[in-house]
């Protein structure tokens, strides 16, 4: 096996008697590569345990390189193609599942406390990392500090502040008024599951994303009275349609940053599909708590619910071919609102039949009263809802602002910028990927932690909270015993994000991630259907669409035009398939939204199931799973039969 150490300095690049001694001016790029000697490099043949013990032991700066020092560390996809060895494709590619194989194992073979699952996957990355990938360990360790910080700030911020905002109105019994009003819209538990995780999960969505569905809606499911266990899946399976429009429509923007194409034409291209899967996603996640009869004795309430949502999405996601302008990052905001508004209102003149199964009817499913008295006047049952109208309205404010931050820095009085980027060391720009992956030949990875601490979803819910504790009346006990209950909850599922967000991070940045893309990529024929599934696993490795799209996105487009160019999607010209393929990803990504570890992290702590982790995967992975299939089946379709390709929206790199 021949590894390569290639030393440049300001001087020009040279080999080096031990290629080890790091005390040369400049800046030095460390290139792991199986291949043969060349004239600035120098090489030498060693067995990969044996290779980096030498290289710890001789010399340390190797690895932990010097501040003043720029690492250039070049991914490969097949990091075992100089062992000697047949199908070492087959052997990276095995390799680079095996910290999602121990974490699965962890969590839901061995069921361990998903902390420590999340630390044994992490480690299993950073060895794979550094022994195979042959990525020095300052990079890999600067890896898993990016994806850590990620995880505390913003998902890990958005999650404390919504159940502290619903730990308030808990305290101050807002709650159980809020709880009423829900009955009164209606007491079947079916609807009220529509109405929240559904219907308000697809504005949360829209206006917040990063977990802030799941974290909210189910808490409120519990306090509804639904089982912690039960509220958890319904919110998982329920937050996957509105997904690609999340957070004013973030993930589509960022596949537009890799790939090039139009946001707007690939905002048609994904309007084109995710409807048809809005209108069943209300009946799939009561899939899970009720029979057939009792699932389709509610089939009118289903369809409006499924079909408003649709209807709207696909109207707003292509709105400017029809002259109303570029409304897509809207989609799941007004969606969201427009399917609860109609779904109630049809509510007041259709009464659902009870449901029929004895068995699955408990204190959850009978209708919502108070504990004390009914207010005589509308203003208790108005103040009760004031919190959720103010995360609301500050939500969508912080969601406007955020579009401004990403044209221009927000400047506050005083000089005092929104928006606080900080490069991580020799890990930003300092990761390049394999060249069949990169867009442009010197392309690099950036590596910052962006804290926009005024436009976070934590930040706004946490002013939410403030305001709500003034206009609740709420007193200092009720205060303090609402951030302390929200801490102890907290103090499990806040290591277990870190962990979880540091392990994606260090497969991204190492090309582990990369090199199970690129096996994808090998089906032909099939990779329509795959390049659905490639998004899946995106969202699953990566913990939001968004990932997804930055990881694969490029590779999807490049993967596209290749193999349109040997024959294959012959219906489409090359602009089409390109916008089919790329388009996938985010679409096919959504379905693994419900399964990716953050998330369901997030709903184990907003349902307080800590430790109930691996049981909720199991849940909900069969969905996952047969959700991704079909869209997957539809891309197939839209790919090769004519019919279905009228769908697929034309664009050139030129424009149009």
Known sequence: MNRVFQIETEHGARGHPKGM?????????????????????????????????????????????????????????DPLAGIGWAGTEALSTLAAALPVVVLLYCLVFARMRAPLAG????????????????????????????????????????????????????????????????????????????????????????????????????????????PPIEAAALCLIANTSPVAYGSLGVPLVTLHSVTGIDTATLSVMAGHQLPFFSVFVPAVMLARVCTIRDLTAIWPALLVSGGSFGVFQYFFATAHLHGFGELYPLTDIGGGIFSLVVTASFLRFWKPPPMGDQSRKGTWTQPVGLKGEEPASAWPWVRAWIPFLLMSVLLMGAGYLRQIEEKQPIQLPGGIPSRIQVPLGKLHLGVQRDEKMRSKPEEREKAVFDFRWLTASGTSVLAAFALSAVVLGATRGQVGRSIRVTALQMTEPLPTIAFMLGLSAVTKYAGMDATLGHAFAQTGFLYPFFAAMLGWLGVFLTGSDSGSNALFGSLQKLTALELHSQGYMAGLDAGQAQVLVCASNSTGGVMGKMIDAQSIVVATAATNQMGQEARIFRIVVVYSVVLAALVGALVMLQANVPFFSLLVPHWSATGG
């Open 119 to 226: 630390l044994a996957g992490t480690l299993a990355a950073l060895v794979l990392a550094v022994l195979v990938w042959g990525m020095p360990v300052s990079l890999s360790l600067l890896a898993f500090a990016q994806g850590a910080l990620f995880g505390l700030m913003p998902i890990g911020l958005t999650v404390f502040a919504g159940l502290l905002l619903y730990n308030l109105t808990v305290e101050t019994g807002a709650f159980d008024l809020v709880r009423a009003s829900v009955g009164r819209v209606s007491s079947d538990p079916r609807l009220q599951a529509v109405l929240v995780s559904f219907c308000f999960g697809a504005f949360l969505e829209g206006a917040a994303g990063f977990g802030a569905p799941v974290a909210i809606c189910g808490a409120i499911l519990v306090g509804l009275g639904f």
């Open 21 to 77: 001694d790091l005390g040369l001016p400049g800046s030095w790029s460390y290139r792991p590569a199986f291949c043969g000697f060349e004239p600035t490099q120098l090489q030498f043949t060693i067995w990969p345990a044996l290779w980096f013990s030498r290289a710890l032991i001789e010399s340390p700066r190797v690895w932990l390189g010097p501040a003043d020092m720029k690492v250039l560390f070049v991914q490969r996809l």
